[in-house]
C-alpha cells in the first residue's frame, strides 16, 4: 500500500508568489499572509525570500499591498502593550539608519529623564549603516537581550530601555532584516516602512517619532522618496492607532564626528555631559521635543536637561541595569591610520556613503550575517563641514584591528571631502528639513 504523506499542503507556491512580482503584479491578501508566514516556519527558503525582496525592490508595492504586508509582518508574532503594563506614557522613535547616527544613545535616557518611557526595540547594523545594539555592545558587560518582564521593569524603574527586539517580536522581520542586509535589497520604501512598523506597531508604544533620512548616507538617497517613506509609514502607524509623526533629517554627510561602535558611545556620552557636535545635539533635542509633545509634555527645558546631567544620569541607570559598566574605559582599536587633505580650502561637503563605507569596511559593520563587528573600529572625522584645512592636514583618522582593511577603507573614503577655495559655499548646514505628520 503506497504510503500517505504527512506533509501538510501549502496553500501557495513560492515560486508563484516571485513570479507575481518580478512580472510587476500585486501580490494579493492571502498571498502575502502566506509568503509572510511561510518564511517565518521555514517552509519559504531563504533563496526564495531574497528572490522576492529582490522583485519588491525592483518592481515596488501598491500602498495597501504595503498595509497586508506590515500587518502579516505583525502577526508573526506576538503584540506588546506597554500601555496595560506601566504607569507612565511611552514614546518611541526610529530612524531610518544614517552613517553616524547614535542620536538614540542620549536621546532615550534624555526623554526618560522627563517621566515618559522609552522602550527602544533596536537593531544590529544595516548595510553601511551602524546598529545601535552594536554600539552599546563596545561598553563592557551590556547585555542587548531582556526578557519582556525585564524590559517592562525597566521601564518602570529607570524609564528607558535600548534592547533587542525579542525573538516574539516580528520575527518574519528578523529574519528578513538579515536577508535583505545581504542581498542588496535594504532601499526599498516598502520594505523599509513595514520593517520599521510592523515592530513599531508589535511593540505597542503610545507615540512614535521617525527620524527619515535623506542624502548620501541614506537609504533613501532622494528627497522625494524620502518623503514618499515618511508618509507612507506615518499612514500605517496612524492606522494602527500610534500617534505617529516623522521628521525629515539630512543625511548627505555624517552626523557628528565618529562612525564606529566605541567611537559612537564616547560621542554620545560627550552629548549627555553637556557638550558633543552640534549636529548631533540639534537632532538629539528636536526629536526628543517631538517625542515629549507627542506624550502630552510640551513645556518642557529639553536643553537644561543635558546640561544639568539628569539625563546622564538615566543613561547611567539605564547601562547598569543591563549589566555595563558606564565609567568602564571603551575598546580602543589596535591599529590607526591618517588621512591627509589634498589641497588647501574649507570643507564644504562631506560624503556620508564613503564615509560609512570606510567605517563598515574597518570592521564596524558585518558583510555576513552574525559576522562579529570590531567594538573599535571606524572613523574619526578631524575635519568637516565649515572647517578651513591645508594640504597635509590630517581630515581623518581610521581605526581597526585589522590592519589589512585599511587599503580598502582608504579605497571609500578617497574624495569624501569636498575642499574649495572659496569656503562662502559651506554655508550652515540644516539637520531638520522638514515635519510630516
Ligand atoms: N530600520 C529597520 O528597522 N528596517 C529597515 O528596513 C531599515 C531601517
New binding site residues.
Partial sequence: MAQQSTTPVERFDAVDVIHTKRDGGRLSDDQIDWVIDAYTRGVVAEEQMAALAMAIFLRGMERDEIVRWTQAMIASGERMDFSAALSRPTSDK????GVGDKITLPLAPLVASFGVAVPQLS?RG?GH?GGTLDKLEAIPGWRADLTNEEMIAQLESVGAVICAAGSGLAPA?KKL?AL?DVTGT?EAIP??AS??MS?KIAEGTDALVLDVKTGAGA?MRDEKDARELAATMVQLGKDAGVNTVALLTDMSAPLGLTVGNALEVRESVEVLAGGGPKDVVELTVALAREMLAAAGKTDVDVEAALADGRAMDTWKAMISAQGGDPDAELPVAKHTQEVCAEADGVVTGLDAMKVGVAGWRLGAGRSRPGEAVQAGAGVELMKTIGDEVRAGDVVAVLHTDTPERFDRSVESIDGAWTIEKDGASAGERTIVLDRIS
Avoid: A
Fill in positions: 526610529h530612524s531610518t539608519g537593531g544595516l549603516t522581520d532584516y535583505r535594504v520594505l523599509i520593517s520599521i515592530k537609504f
